[in-house]
């Protein structure tokens, strides 16, 4: 698959001006993906610094934006009913012309489900919610009008063995894992025996991983591995985007 690079621009600790100048900055240096985050409050720094919510900015960005596809890394599936994140997400895919991608995950930071009302449960019945949602979303999605402008790629987050990977290999586009090279090799092993047992083919879902080096410590091996989305996360107000340009020069290399 042909190397790609995205951007967590995390909505916390900035005004929204700061975010938006942001991901205009991303758009205009040839970043591939612009993702934000699905949380309440800051996940470090001040506890109770400044944060946005996450799918009313995709609408802004969808509206701000062009080229760049643009997604949450990840929403929390606990957060909203299936069927209305779908009809969300459908409705962000038309405004930004087809360029929305459905980042989603079973959730884990328990202060925003304490201070929002929602169940926490446990990391099983959190998974299990999110594999009804899933089928539940793809249901939506065929019987939305107008029906999404593609078919919406989804991605998942985490890296749970017997569940999230199996999860992945029946309804995900695209999987994102953070970790090292090593994480990254056992992991996508196990995601290519659940793809068998689902009847797809293991090419059928792009490998996605965080990155906090430069393209020159970690590139090369990354993609020997099978890597080829690389997302740079960055905290507000600043918003530097020098790591972010050397992956994208990284990425234009591999093209010559």
Request: charged fraction near 25%; glycine fraction near 10%; hydrophobic fraction near 40%.
């Amino acid at each position: 698959m042909t190397i790609r690079i995205g951007v967590q621009i995390q909505p916390q600790h900035a005004d929204y001006a700061d975010i938006r100048r942001a991901v205009a900055e991303a758009e205009e240096i040839g970043v591939d993906i612009a993702f934000n985050w699905d949380h309440f409050f800051p996940l470090y720094g001040e506890a109770d610094g400044k944060h946005f919510e996450c799918w009313t900015m995709l609408g802004a960005w969808a509206e701000a934006t062009s080229r760049i596809e643009i997604g949450a890394l990840v929403t929390c599936n606990s957060y909203r009913n299936a069927d209305l994140l779908a009809d969300m997400a459908r409705t962000v895919d038309h405004i930004s012309n087809g360029r929305l991608i459905l980042g989603i995950g079973a959730g884990w930071f328990e202060r925003d489900y304490d201070e929002y009302g929602y169940d926490f449960g446990t990391a099983g019945t959190r998974l299990a919610d999110l594999e009804q949602a899933l089928a539940r979303i793809e249901a939506r999605w065929q019987k939305v009008n107008p029906a999404p402008t593609r078919d919406i790629p989804i991605l998942i987050g985490g890296g749970g063995e017997k569940k999230t990977l199996r999860y992945t290999a029946r309804h995900a586009d695209i999987w994102h894992t953070f970790g090292d090279v090593e994480v990254l090799k056992r992991k996508s092993a196990i995601l290519d025996e659940w793809c068998d047992t689902e009847g797809r083919p293991s090419s059928a879902v792009e490998r996605s991983i965080g990155v906090d080096k430069a393209p020159d410590e970690v590139g090369e091996e990354l993609v020997a591995a099978g890597a080829n989305l690389f997302t740079v996360g960055l905290n507000g107000p600043g918003y530097d985007m020098g790591l972010v340009r050397e992956w994208v020069a990284f990425r234009d290399s591999q093209k010559a």
